[in-house]
């Protein structure tokens, strides 16, 4: 009996950590479309500046943090960024939930290094056939993330700002 529930349990916790992710498109959707890709900015093969879509109305959508993390397992000190582009529901409001932070290949580099982080959430209209990309600039005293028209290179929706200082304490690396 006590074999049950610790297997239960420990069954339970190995399925919590699995990372599940939504569609960011409805299954069978043939409608218009536009799409997001995420970006990055690497300093040297242990680190990278990312600026990715996570979130879409709500939902987990998978990113090139996440991509890079899974593509990196067994590289040691080696990282090399992999990018995330996904299509977009077009001519309806979306809710884009986008982050930049910084990365490093392994942990113990985070601990001993800077990371900037900055998030929020992002309201536009997408076009048809419309291409957008997450961009973002780390900096001590300004930081920022938007997401940008690739035909114009202009902010859609607002852009997510830190006047200030956007590093992360020891404990929230």
């Known amino acids: 009996m006590r074999f049950r529930i610790f297997f239960s349990i420990a069954l ?4 919590a950590g699995c990372a599940t992710y939504s569609p960011s498109v409805p299954e069978g959707y043939d409608g218009p479309k536009a799409l ?3 970006s990055a ?11 990715v879509a996570d ?15 899974r593509a990196k397992q067994g590289r040691g000190m080696a990282m090399t960024p992999a990018f995330v582009s996904r299509p977009l529901v077009a001519e309806r409001p979306v809710r ?3 982050k930049g932070r910084t990365h490093y290949a392994a942990p113990i580099l985070a601990l001993t290094g800077t990371v900037y982080q900055v998030q929020g959430i992002v309201e536009f209209t997408p076009a048809i056939d ?15 993330i938007w997401i940008e028209d690739s035909s ?3 902010p859609v929706g607002k852009k997510i700002e830190v006047n200030g200082d956007a590093t992360l304490g020891f404990l929230e690396k």
């Open 96 to 98: 884009i939930g986008i």
């Open 36 to 38: 997001l890709e995420d």
């Open 12 to 15: 339970g916790i190995a399925v």
């Open 55 to 69: 979130e879409l109305d709500g939902l987990k959508i998978d990113n090139s943090i996440e991509a890079s993390f």
């Open 152 to 154: 114009t290179n202009q």
């Open 130 to 144: 419309g291409r957008y990309v997450v961009r973002g600039e780390f900096g001590k005293t300004y930081s920022a």
């Open 41 to 51: 900015k690497a300093y040297g093969p242990s680190k990278a500046d990312f600026f």
